[in-house]
């Protein structure tokens, strides 16, 4: 699985679903979303303009930002420029820094943005306590993981200790004999 699908899978469990069955938040590829827009178009034929169109396109989302993964929410709307659907997801977070370089996709940060967008009127001490939740989880998952890693299992120590012995039982003498 995707970084990017594993994070939607959590948000989606974590915050749920719209009643059309949409998750209220997902993470997507900028580059990839195209929506329905009524609009004013200029026809070109390669550099020679043709003609000037009103009507409905597919159209880029997200024109204005390049090969980024962006945290969208989904809203209802009553915009006239979008005539194809009631609903759609609109941009929340781009995972870019101020200088406009590409930042990684964090689990952590859309769990943030999303929380923070759910409960806007958060005091300081609330969202301490977010903080602290999440950094309390991500400190779990890493005990459990070199848990895991280091439980040896019991024939595995009490080789490592000397204590233990493999026998072969195809070999001759062994305990098939």
């Not at 989880?137 to 120590?157: H, M, N, P």
């Amino acid at each position: 699985m995707l970084e990017y699908q594993r994070i939607n899978w959590i948000l989606e469990k974590r915050f749920g679903k719209e009643l059309t069955g949409e998750p209220r938040f997902r993470i997507s590829w900028s580059d990839s979303q195209i929506e329905k827009r009524l609009g004013t178009y200029n026809i070109y034929s390669g550099p020679i303009f043709l003609r000037t169109e009103t009507g409905v396109r597919e159209v880029p989302k997200y024109p204005y930002i390049k090969e980024r993964f962006v945290l969208e929410r989904l809203i209802y709307h009553s915009n006239p420029e979008l005539p194809a659907s009631r609903i759609s997801y609109e941009s929340l977070y781009v995972f870019e820094d101020s200088k406009g370089e590409s930042l990684p996709l964090s689990e952590k940060v859309a769990i943030i943005v999303c929380s923070l967008c759910l409960n806007p009127v958060t005091n300081a001490l609330q969202r301490q306590r977010l903080f602290e939740e999440l950094e309390e989880k991500e400190l779990q998952k890493e005990i459990t993981y070199f848990e895991d890693a280091l439980d040896e299992g019991y024939l595995a120590s009490r080789l490592h200790d000397r204590d233990g012995i493999i026998i072969n039982p195809l070999e001759k003498g062994g305990v098939n004999d």
